[in-house]
Structures are given as C-alpha cells and as structure tokens.
C-alpha cells in the first residue's frame, strides 16, 4: 500500500482529476480531502479519495454533535490545535482523529497534559507541510519553532504524528520520500518519520474504514 | 577541502560523490536546467546556509524538459541536507514545482541500472 495523504484541500470536484493524477505520479494511494463527497470513500483512477472534516472551533456542546455527524459522513475527522479544553474534550472523544497544529496561531500550543491524554485515547497529531512551501527566511524559522515544539511535546509523552501536505494544488503534493525529508526539518528521528508517513496515515484510515463497513 | 589529495603517491579523492535521481514535476511551465539549479542552491543557502551550499558541492549532472527526469550530484555527506531543500522547494520563477527524489547511487551508471525503487 502507498502513501495516504490525510490533509489535501481542493476547492471544487473539478480539480479532482488533476489531483488524482498527481497522486499517481507521485505513487500515492489515497488522500484525504475536504472537498464534499458523495460518500465517504471514492475510487478515481486508481487513487482512493476519503472524506475528510475539519471541525470548526465553537462550544464543547457543539463539537460533539459536529464531530458525531462528521464521523458518519467522513473517514478522517480532525480539529485545529485550539484552546486547552477544546483540545482536552478531543483528546477523548471517539470521533476525532487528529489534532492539527496550526502553526500560525503561536499561542495555541500543546501542553504536556492534553498530549498525554491525546496519547491515551490514541489521537495523532498532525503536522501540515504547506507553510513550510510557501515561506521562507524568518516567517518560515518561526514556523519550525512552532511545529518542531509542538512535536516535541507530543512525543515526549507518546503521541504520534502524522505529516500531510495540505496541498491546495497538485503541484504542492509530495511523495513519501519528499515528505520524509521535509520531516527532518522537524525531527531528526528516522523511524518516528517512516512511521508519521508511510504507517500511521494507512492505519488511520483502514481502522476509519473498517467502522463504516 | 581539496577534491583529491596525494597519499603514499596514489591521488585518492576525499569526499564520496552521490547521484541523485529526481523527478521534476510542475504545473506545465517548462524550465530550464539552470534555473532548477540555482533554485536549489537558494533553498540549501535558506535552509542550511552558506557553509552546506560551499560543502554541498551541488551540480546538475542531466535535466531532460520533456519528460522531468534530472539527474543531480553531491557530496555524500550532505545528501540529506541537499534532499531536503529540494523537497521543500515548492515554486522556480513564478512556477510551482515539485521535485521528487527517486534513488540515490554512487554512480550515474548505478543510478541508472538499479530497478526503480523507493
């Protein structure tokens, strides 16, 4: 099985085949989009196309309805790093996957109690590539910090990573080996990268996959 | 440090060579070999700094337009570092890219002849 991308934004259904077709190019098996489906997994030229839901940050109460109705309709359900309870009600509820650092919001940072609490409910942190791409200089030094800190905090408490691309175009898709590399930017840690890319993002997806069948 | 060096009369080179082969993809702009070039050193220079470009020794063995197929070279010791600003290059002149290695050998004649694999 190739490599499964959890995070691809594409605006409209149009660019669908431009993007698959990239994927193919690049071996990639699947990739996670936010892009409405008419059921949570398509089939296009061989790539497998999941649903994907980004939960938008309001009240606990509305979370929880927001996330059950998105685990019926999406393979990959996922929540912005936010403020600590929102990510502490995350870190528990069943019907979340991943938590996303954002990393231009610099104060919402992982604690240590929440990535411990993440890490027991087995909820992955996940780590877009896309800023890195589009910055450079000092605005991308402080994107490192960000991530690289939040990564850190992760694994010193046993919560695993996942890295995406977020590509919004065909060209910002990366391969396996490109996403492996770009990972050493964050983490010098050879295995946890292999595992970030190439394990977690499948396993993900089949165990997601296995409840809706 | 000097490409060769004298030992017991024999000249032996110090630092090992890697040939990367790498996939160019983008968004139907066609580039040249040069502009890729220099776009990866500005990456490494960005990335790593003026001391990994001098170490680097980066140079483009062979770009084929057509078809994306660029064929680069290193010094071993810094592949990786070399790797990853490639990667993280997302656009060359107003055009995205993505470049994508595909395998690594000591020779281009290795590079060549080993059965593609990740």
Redesign the interface.
């Known amino acids: 099985m190739g490599l499964v991308d959890l995070s691809v934004r594409i605006e409209s259904m149009d660019l669908l085949d431009r993007f698959t077709l ?1 994927a193919r ?3 990639i098996s699947g990739f996670a989009t936010t892009c409405p489906l008419d059921t949570p997994i398509t089939f296009r030229d061989n790539v497998s196309v999941y649903a994907r839901t980004n939960l938008q940050l309001r009240s606990i109460d509305e979370l929880r309805v927001q996330a059950r109705r998105a685990r019926e309709r999406s393979v990959v359900v996922a929540i912005a790093l936010g403020t600590r309870q929102t990510v502490a009600w995350a870190a528990t509820d069943p019907n979340v996957d991943l938590i996303t650092v954002d990393p231009y919001a610099r104060e919402c940072i992982m604690h240590r109690p929440v990535a411990r609490l993440a890490a027991d409910n087995d909820k992955l942190l996940e780590i877009q590539i896309q800023p ?3 910055t ?2 000092l605005e ?1 030094s402080r994107i490192l910090k960000t991530l690289r800190s939040n990564l850190e905090t992760a694994v010193e408490v046993g919560m695993k990573p996942v890295i995406s691309s977020n590509a919004s ?11 492996r ?2 990972g ?2 964050l983490s010098s840690d050879e295995e946890l990268l292999q595992c970030a890319v190439d394990e977690l993002p499948n396993e993900t997806v089949r165990r997601n996959l296995d409840r809706h069948l | 440090m000097p490409k060769t060096s004298v030992e017991r009369g024999r000249t032996v080179r110090t630092y090992r060579k890697r040939h990367v082969l790498v996939m160019v993809h983008t968004d139907g702009t066609q580039i040249t070999e040069k502009k890729i070039g220099n776009a990866i050193i500005q990456s490494i220079l960005s990335l790593y700094g003026e001391l990994t470009v001098a170490m680097s020794r980066f140079f483009i063995d062979s770009y084929d337009e057509s078809t994306g197929v660029c064929i680069i070279q290193c010094n071993s010791s810094v592949v990786d570092n070399v790797l990853t600003a490639m990667s993280a290059l997302s656009e060359i002149n107003g055009c995205e890219v993505s470049l994508d290695p595909k395998r690594t050998s000591g020779t281009i004649k290795g590079l060549l002849r080993r059965s593609p694999r990740r």
């Open positions: 990239m190019s690049l071996r890195l791409l589009k450079t200089g991308r175009t065909p060209t910002q898709m990366r391969s396996s080996a490109a996403l590399f770009i050493k930017l």
